[in-house]
């Protein structure tokens, strides 16, 4: 028998080119089939990818963060996740470090990508640290997470070839385009070697 869709709640803080790259696996790519986008959710209620998860009809949730205590934040993020029967939670430019509530409200279902190799550097402008130090390459990694700052388990890493890449932007436009792919390949494999409780 098929299994039932994942449903997947994907976290966003800002832009929102991952959460459109994963809303494009689920329609027509890697993860067709296999999962559903259940909630985009948000703690900038003006985050530019809210919009632009609603403009696709998905959808969407958010609560400011602003002036919120992290713990009493995060319980009530799960209670609005909650509502959704999700199966993974997708960290996607979601800016923010996760309660430990949080974590094991979900515990080990919670994805994160990072734009450079988690065991070389943590936290943000992952791509700055990339350019300003003249590396030939970098990778990026989806992760689980843990209660530490980008230390969960590494699921899958790819390199991307900085050599010739002279201004930042260019060096974030390679990122992001391996980026894109790997978090849902990296989804789909996990999902499909994983049965999903009833
Ligand atoms: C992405 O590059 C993502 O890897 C990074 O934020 C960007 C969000 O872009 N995440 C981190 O740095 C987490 N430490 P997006 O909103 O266009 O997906």
């Known amino acids: 028998m098929a299994q039932p869709l994942a ?23 890697p993860l067709k089939g296999l ?15 809210l919009a632009a998860a609603a403009a696709l009809g998905l ?7 602003r002036g919120r205590q992290r713990v009493a934040f995060d319980e009530e993020v799960v209670e609005i996740l909650k509502n959704y029967h999700i199966n993974y939670v997708l960290l996607a430019g979601y800016m923010r470090v996760l309660s ?20 070389q550097h943590q ?14 390459e970098t990778k990026i990694t989806v992760h689980l997470v843990d209660e530490g700052l980008d230390t ?15 201004t ?8 992001l385009a391996v980026e894109h792919a790997l978090y849902a390949e ?8 994983t049965t999903l409780p009833n």
Request: glycine share 8%.
């Open 168 to 175: 930042l932007a260019e060096v974030q436009r390679r990122g």
């Open 59 to 65: 959808p969407t949730a958010s609560l400011s963060s």
């Open 123 to 136: 936290g943000l402008h992952a791509y700055e640290w990339a350019f300003d130090n003249h590396l030939a």
């Open 7 to 29: 449903r997947l709640a994907i976290l966003l803080s800002g832009r929102g080119s991952n959460m459109l790259a994963l809303a494009e696996a689920v329609r027509t790519g």
């Open 186 to 193: 990296t989804l789909a494999d996990l999902i499909r070697s």
């Open 152 to 166: 969960g388990p590494i699921l899958a890493q790819r390199v991307v070839n900085l050599r010739g890449a002279v």
């Open 100 to 119: 430990p509530a949080f974590v094991r409200a979900f515990a080990g279902r919670i994805l994160n990508i990072h734009p450079a190799d988690t065991h």
């Open 35 to 49: 999962a559903e986008i259940a909630v985009v959710f948000s703690n900038d209620p003006a985050a530019p990818g």
